[in-house]
């Protein structure tokens, strides 16, 4: 079984999986999200709690913030 490396997408944290450890083990407590990009292109974001998955979703959120509108309200 080859290694396998996991990192948070928001945070950077890194689990390194080893050849007698399953990732469901080494993973536990961590989200993963599907993308589905279109035809051919899926990809797998990795999140090491769900702050980390809430901030990315924020992220990528088109709205704008609350805390950007209110940077203007000074
Ligand atoms: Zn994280």
Do not use: H
Not at 28 to 40: D, I, K, N, R, S
């Amino acid at each position: 079984m080859a290694q396998a490396q996991f990192i948070c997408r928001s945070c950077g944290k890194q689990v390194r999986g080893s050849a007698d450890e399953r990732p469901c083990e080494r993973l536990a407590g961590w989200l993963m999200v599907t993308e589905w990009g279109g035809p051919g292109s899926v990809g797998n974001c990795f999140f090491c709690c769900t702050d980390c998955l809430k901030a990315w979703a924020d992220a990528r959120d088109p709205q704008v913030p609350d805390v950007f509108i209110r940077a203007f309200d000074r």
